[in-house]
Nanobody
Framework: QVHLVESGGGLVQAGESLRLSCTAS????????MGWYRQAPGKQRELVAN???????????NYKGSVKGRFTISRDNAKATAYLQMNSLKPEDTAVYYC???????????WGQGTQVTVSS
């Protein structure tokens, strides 16, 4: 059975930082692209960042434009965990953040339960 468990959300003030973690079980972690998505009230879920599982390079990353330079996605294949370091947070970053694991070949995706991030101005 596949489980993705997110942690690290919370309430912070603008300009502060948070680090989200997503620990996976039940999957071959290196064979999955790990992604962080977010969904704000009344809005569609959107991709924030993702990272491939290249063992040699540490992973190829991709970011939503508005978070480039502020957020950093990383992964530790030995711990089956992906991270999202969020710096210089803004009120518009407020959302439920979801972790997703997508198999490189089949495209099958698994989702975590989400963690709330609230940034006050």
């Amino acid at each position: 059975q596949v489980h993705l468990v997110e942690s690290g959300g919370g309430l912070v003030q603008a300009g502060e930082s948070l680090r989200l973690s997503c620990t996976a079980s039940g999957i071959l972690f290196p064979l999955h692209v790990m992604g962080w998505y977010r969904q704000a009230p009344g809005k569609q879920r959107e991709l924030v960042a993702n990272i491939t599982g290249d063992l040699a390079s540490g992973g190829t990353t991709n970011y939503k434009g508005s978070v480039k330079g502020r957020f950093t996605i990383s992964r530790d294949n030995a711990k089956a965990t992906a991270y999202l370091q969020m710096n210089s947070l803004k009120p518009e970053d407020t959302a439920v953040y979801y972790c997703a694991a997508t198999h490189l070949i089949s495209g099958k995706s698994y989702w975590g339960q989400g963690t709330q991030v609230t940034v006050s101005s």
